[in-house]
């Protein structure tokens, strides 16, 4: 690859100085930054539970001389924590929360989050961090399967109940596709409103007390279904039933099979009657090593016989099967509408007993970042977490910590994507799937959206198949669609195939087709030749 334009010394010395000014500024309202440009091991502490046995590493982002905390091995679960000398408080005024990852070798399965954890019990010790440390937000990239979002997620308290409940952004961004810095910014203010940010654009804007936005609903529903509520006995719930006074007609045949011998058949020329349809192989040998005491008699295997090749067919002829002009199956009486229907029962609603309102959720306070994932994939490097008192602030140290690295990267992603000849193909096919993912969280898609991720994940990583998956997409959407205004397909009617002996396979040995066998052993077929198990 080709070297990019050197960018002349002085223009980065004066950008060093304007962005190094910018941040001691901006310093003033951070709450609390952590650039890991030293190492983390005297400030975070590293969970000491056996299940979490992932390396952490101070280490440079690829291409620049940045450090920041980096996972350092596949398929592992990591956790690391660093408590904050005072809580956090989450009420009254703006809070910003915000840090950067990037995912160097891509993310397939796994997170890239931050847990902001609330105080923890007395006696609770750092090194005892795990998935059951409670927090107050959980915020950042998370990507596995049909799961594909930056999640943000709070836990409250309910004060009736006591019980603290998670409560989760509905339709929230996808996770950028590509190995670039990006840096995630959520913004919480005083009128309950809640911004998502990635790379400074917004891309989500919810309110926290809204159904609309979180499920489920910080506010619980006044009523609920009474627990003790029982349907009676007599509720009928049968819309239709089968009318009493139907009597089956004279002529209705319920014996009657479904297929009949075709009389009328006969049998073709050529047919070879006394041809076997497979016959010994010619060609095969006793292997040397064969021991009839402990294999057994060899004998060579089967092959199907030529002369039935160019023939009709082999082995004894009979007449087909046809569908029976007679059948009609079982007689139901026909169904009217019931004249004891009641609908659908359902239990009574009662007050809700954990019903509250409330102008403001309660957070608890922020004490401790961590970062607790498990996940496939290495190279997912984390830096600059900050909170903030407002977005001034967060957009400073993003222009000053994370744009030039950026831009940096871009610049060298644009050219190498000139050198394979996939310039603007995967700027589109990121505008494409990102749109897709949003999409395909629509609840009337989930049945298809493992199906859709699937196809998806196939374009990520052949970005020249995208124009051809979109177009699949697109009229698999469609295909949807009118099935469910004008519904779907009628069944086709059941036709009965014939038994067609099943070959041999290896999940013979691990005694995987043991009902198989004993199929054939009942049904009165030949037994099978004695194979020779290789060791």
Known sequence: ?????????WILAAFIFISSFQLLNASDDAIFYESFDKSFEDRWI???KEEYNGVWK?????GHDDYGLLVSEKARKYAIVKELDEPVILKDESVVLQFETRLQEGLECGGAYLKYLRPQEAGWKSKEFDNESPYSIMFGPDKCGATNKVHFIFKHKNPKSGDYVEHHLKFP???PSDKLTHVYTAILKPNNEVQILVDGEEKKKANLLSSEDFEPALIPPKTIPDPEDKKPEDWDERAKIPDPAATKPEDWDEDAPLEIVDEEAEKPEGWLDDEPEEIDDPDATKPEDWDDEEDGEWEAPKIDNPKCVAAPGCGEWKKPLKKNPAYKGKWHAPLIDNPDYKGIWKPQEIPNPNYFELKKPNFEPIAAIGIEIWTMQDGILFDNILIAKNDKVAASYRETTWKPKFTIEKEKQKEEELETGSAGLEGFQKK?????YQIIDIPFLSAYKSKIVDVIEKGEKQPNLTIGILVAIVVG???IFFRLIFGGKKKPARVEKKNIEPTETSADKGGENKENKQKEETSGAAPRRRIRREN
């Open 432 to 436: 494409v799937f990102d749109i897709i």
């Open 46 to 48: 590293v969970s000491q």
């Open 58 to 62: 101070h280490a440079k982002s690829e």
């Open 173 to 175: 961004p996808s996770v």
């Open 477 to 479: 959407f469609l295909s």
């Open 1 to 9: 690859m080709g070297e990019g334009k050197r960018i002349p010394l």
